[in-house]
Structure formats: structure tokens, C-alpha cells
């Protein structure tokens, strides 16, 4: 059972920054393209930033220059955020698809239980 953990969230003053970590635990055979999510209160689940087995990345233009998507060779993605403004306050969720090994392998789309980001003015 592949899971997917967040941390790193918690409360920064504008103009601060914050990096959030998400780790996978359980079996996997290959890790396919990453995201980070984000949920404001009262509104819709937007994407923030994506970031595919080859490196490549792509950020929502309002936090492009701002945050960087990373990734390791040890099952975690990371999202660096600087500058941060209050609009930036939410609840940020990690996203992957695993190869997982059960036969006969199959890909798996995974979430984190998100993380708490509160940007102060």
C-alpha cells in the first residue's frame, strides 16, 4: 500500500517562506508525474505546480517566480515557497502516480492528507 505524507505547513508572516516536504512509504516500482495542490477556504482544489519524471515543471502564474517543485530519488517532492502572500494561504496536498508491483503492475493515483499553510499580513 503506497501512502503519500505531507509537513512542513504552518503558520509565516507575508514575504516569508516555507518548504513543504511530502514522503511516499510502501511499494513502488517507479514514480510517474508529481503535483502540488492547494485548497483556500471556501474555494475549489486548484493545481499549483507539476513536475514529470523527467524534471520538467509548470506552475499556476501566480506563484511562478515565487515556488519551486523538486523531487528526489527517494520518493519525496518538495515544494519550495518564498515570498509568500496571504493569498497563498491554504491547504497544500501532494499528488503522485505510482507503477505499483501488484500483478500485473498497475499505476496508482495517490494523495497526501494535506498540510496546513497560513500566510499572516
Known amino acids: 500500500q503506497v501512502e503519500l505524507a505531507e509537513s512542513g505547513g504552518g503558520l509565516v508572516q507575508s514575504g516569508g517562506s516555507l518548504r513543504l516536504s511530502c514522503a511516499s512509504s510502501?511499494?513502488?516500482?517507479?514514480?510517474?508525474?508529481m503535483a502540488w495542490y492547494r485548497q483556500a477556504p471556501g474555494k475549489q482544489r486548484e493545481l499549483v505546480a507539476t513536475?514529470?519524471?523527467?524534471?520538467?515543471t509548470n506552475y499556476r502564474p501566480s506563484v511562478k517566480g515565487r515556488f519551486t517543485i523538486s523531487r528526489d530519488r527517494k520518493g519525496s517532492i518538495y515544494l519550495q515557497m518564498n515570498n509568500l502572500r496571504p493569498e497563498d494561504t491554504a491547504v497544500y496536498y501532494c499528488?503522485?502516480?505510482?507503477?505499483?508491483?501488484?500483478?500485473?503492475?498497475?499505476?496508482?493515483?495517490?494523495w497526501g492528507q494535506g498540510t496546513q499553510v497560513t500566510v499572516s499580513s
Open positions: 510502501g511499494q513502488i516500482v517507479f514514480i510517474r508525474d
Open positions: 499528488n503522485a502516480q505510482f507503477l505499483v508491483p501488484s500483478p500485473p503492475f498497475q499505476l496508482t493515483d495517490i
Open positions: 513536475i514529470t519524471t523527467d524534471g520538467a
